[in-house]
């Protein structure tokens, strides 16, 4: 069992960098997939990045909608994962979370239903 908060979010101009980072209590952290996913109310909730256990071997994947601004790291040892967001725009402006899940296979990795633990979330806000 693991417990998700997310921190950071905030309102930026467009061209900006804003960095989230969302902390976990609990055990066996290092083991976790933790993703990124985005909400508006507007739009069902997006895949952004995930980044894997270290079973295997702590791989990136981004939407294609963040890839080549975002970048997404963990540090095991302190128990976050941290996403850089460069390059803002104002489409990007939503409620970010962060998820974690110990028993995905590949292919549901970007499927939100698939994770159990949720932070809160917390709001980004692109202006242009």
């Known amino acids: 069992q693991v417990n998700l908060v997310e921190s950071g979010g905030g309102v930026v101009q467009a061209g900006g960098s804003l960095r989230l980072s969302c902390t976990a209590s609990?055990?066996?952290?290092?083991?976790?997939?933790v993703a990124w996913f985005r909400q508006t109310t507007e739009k069902e909730r997006e895949f952004v990045s995930l980044?894997?256990?270290?079973?295997?071997?702590?791989?990136?994947y981004y939407g294609d909608s963040v890839k080549g601004r975002y970048t997404m790291s963990r540090d095991n040892a302190k128990m976050t994962v941290y996403l850089q967001m460069d390059s803002l725009k104002p489409e990007d402006t939503a409620v970010y979370f962060c998820?974690?899940?110990?028993?995905?296979?590949?292919?549901?990795?970007?499927?939100?239903?698939?994770?159990?633990?949720w932070g809160q979330g917390t709001q980004v806000t692109v202006f242009s």
């Open positions: 998820a974690a899940d110990r028993h995905l296979i590949v292919s549901t990795y970007r499927v939100a239903s698939q994770y159990d633990h």
């Open positions: 980044i894997t256990g270290r079973g295997r071997g702590g791989r990136t």
């Open positions: 609990g055990s066996n952290f290092g083991d976790y997939t």
